[in-house]
């Protein structure tokens, strides 16, 4: 496949799976320190925080990327960094949000400031953004991390709207401060019921952004619905994939979803690709999402 | 304090590194991945991802699990092949200024020898390192390294097509005596042993009941197999003549000079490329300093000094 990437402000640059380096050429790593760390409770649900970090030295980035962070120390048990996605960056932090899902986050989850960190990034490859269309985010959960960044510096919020799907309370997820800039609708996930009328609002939505353009971030189960309905409709539509992996560099090959006939540059048709490189942003149709 | 800077040249048959830290191959990728990271041709070489001589898709995921101090992998070698490697990666790579290694899987000795006389042509690649230790592939791999006359076998078959590229066999540690295959595949003509490739395990998760990998089985690696290795550096160093690269757990200049130390004439960095993606670089530019410290003149006269 071939898409537009943002290379720098004023530069683009056509690319394929094999053509890796483009996005990732301004990545690089290093030791910041923790500035801010925000904890929410979530009752009998996991621990949410917000994480705020020295900015990098790097500029250059595009919302859907992530860094791979890792506490320096007391963390010798754990040998692998953690993917997430940018949430936000000002002239002076980097922020991230994310849910304690496992050893990994819970470790994250006791970081206060002034710790250290290595992080390296920004990594993968970003959103699209086509300002003059209408654009769709479909969010499920934490999914909803990337767009705060998204929204926050897309020319054209007027041309947005988001549909959010959570089981956790709302507070726990930085939904407001997303609905004070566009159009937001929050689904609460209660039971069975909820999620059908959940799905059949994404539906709609989708058939009526058929000629704009879709981003979804969520759980896989939420994307492989949102992939399904896209490609039924014939809507544009990218999905950001959340992947175990080790390095986010391309390296491990731990990450690796299968790819799909669209996808181009790849040995073999149906050939493993990195989610760290590749993606974790995909075209709907450059992947298989079936187990 | 000696204050002059340390002699870090490594000499092996056929091949002289800058300095003795290489990158271990499947931790990374073909070099490209980390350029953006360090100067790849400040490492004393770079060891490429197994290359076979079709592209191979590898195993289902989940491949990686992270255990305590290490993980698992079960990648099963996926790679692009070795025409993709040489058309669109070599060229790529720094290999006028350091040492480019290509990584060889094979699943029969016929494939070990095509895939040598192809790479021997090269001039872009300084050696060969054999794998017939992988324990993530069902046919080759470590069916090669478990067995001494198997071993032998695919060493034979390299060695007959590798012009004037030094052969190096990277070893298995999943074997009773590693000295008896280490001593197999030297006679058959291997200039260098790399030890170890990893430590096959396993692990589970108990609310799923279900085992971490797809493949079920895979690689233990990173600092929780390192006296693993150092104990297969120490013995395999003393059974053979021929020198030996030590890999298994090392994430800093201390611990590539702990492999020295035990009889290694060079080192590998494996799973710390992940724990962060400059550690190599880092590891290069500590040797030095970590060297100056502990009054070591020069890597060779150091090399096996261990008082034991």
């Not at chain 1, 704009?212 to 759980?219: K, Q």
């Not at chain 2, 491949?63 to 992998?73: D, K, V, W």
Request: charged letters at 20%; hydrophobic letters at 45%; proline letters at 7%.
């Amino acid at each position: 496949m071939t898409y537009i990437v943002e290379k720098s402000d004023n530069e683009t640059q056509e690319t394929g799976a094999a053509d890796f380096e483009a996005d990732a050429a301004y990545a690089a790593c290093g030791d910041v320190l923790v500035t801010g760390m925000d904890s929410m409770e979530s009752g009998t649900g996991p621990r949410f925080h917000i994480l705020r970090l020295e900015r990098p030295d790097w500029s250059v980035w595009r919302p859907g990327q992530f860094v791979m962070v890792r506490p320096k120390k007391e963390w010798a048990d754990l040998v692998w960094g953690r993917p997430f996605s940018i949430c936000k960056m000002t002239e002076k932090e980097l922020t991230l949000f994310f849910q304690e899902a496992g050893r990994g986050t819970k470790r994250m989850g006791q970081l206060r400031p002034g710790d250290e960190v290595t992080l390296w990034g920004p990594l993968g490859r970003g959103f699209a953004v086509e300002s003059e269309k209408p654009t769709l985010l479909l969010a499920g959960g934490i999914g909803i991390a990337p767009f705060v960044g998204y929204v926050e510096r897309h020319p054209a919020p007027q041309n947005m709207r988001l549909e959010f799907g959570h089981r956790m309370p709302l507070e726990c997820y930085p939904f407001r401060e997303l609905a004070g800039m566009i159009q937001a609708t929050a689904h609460h996930e209660t039971c069975r019921a909820d999620l059908t009328a959940f799905i059949e609002c994404m539906e709609q939505r989708i058939r009526e952004t058929r000629d704009g353009l879709i981003l979804a971030c969520g759980p896989t189960p939420f994307l492989r619905t949102v992939q399904t309905l896209s490609l039924q409709y014939g809507a544009r539509a990218q999905l950001s994939l959340e992947s175990r992996m080790a390095c986010g560099v391309g390296a491990c090959l731990g990450c690796v979803v299968n790819s799909a006939e669209r996808m181009k540059n790849v040995p073999t048709p149906g050939w493993p690709v990195q989610v760290c490189q590749c993606g974790p942003v995909f075209w709907a149709d450059e992947i298989d999402l079936n187990e | 304090m000696n204050s002059t800077a340390p002699c870090l040249t490594v000499k092996l048959p056929g091949l002289t590194l800058k300095n003795p830290i290489l990158t271990a191959s499947g931790t990374f990728g073909y070099g490209l991945e980390f350029a953006r990271y360090g100067d790849l041709a400040a490492l004393g070489g770079l060891i490429v991802k197994g290359l076979s001589l079709k592209p191979r898709v590898g195993n289902p995921c989940p491949r990686i699990a992270e255990t305590p101090c290490g993980m698992l992998n079960a990648i099963g070698l996926q790679n692009t092949g070795v025409e993709e490697f040489l058309r669109k990666k070599l060229p790529r790579l720094p290999w006028r200024e350091t040492a480019v290694i290509a990584n060889l899987y094979a699943q029969s000795a016929e494939e070990f020898a095509s895939l040598a006389d192809i790479l021997s042509l090269e001039p872009g690649i300084a050696a060969l390192e054999v794998n017939i230790s992988c324990p993530n592939v069902r046919k080759g791999g470590a069916a090669f390294g478990q067995d001494p006359a198997a071993a032998a076998l695919a060493t034979e078959a390299v060695a007959a097509r590798a012009r004037d590229k030094t052969v190096i066999v990277k070893l298995s540690p999943n074997v009773t005596d590693i000295c008896a295959i280490a001593k197999a595949v030297e006679n058959a003509g291997a200039h260098v042993l790399s030890c170890i490739n990893t430590l096959t395990g396993m692990a589970v998760d108990l609310e799923s009941r279900k085992p971490l990998l797809a493949n079920i089985i895979g690689g233990l690696s990173g600092p929780a197999i390192k006296p693993v290795a150092l104990r297969c550096v120490w013995q395999v160093s003393r059974a053979v003549s021929i020198p030996v690269i030590g890999l298994g757990g090392i994430a800093s200049a201390r611990d590539a000079l702990e492999f020295i130390l035990a009889g290694a004439s060079a080192v590998q960095i494996g799973t710390a490329n992940f724990i962060r993606p400059d550690a190599a670089f880092q590891i290069v530019d500590a040797l030095p300093r970590v060297m100056r410290e502990l009054d070591i003149p020069d890597i060779e006269s150091f090399r096996g000094t261990l008082k034991a």
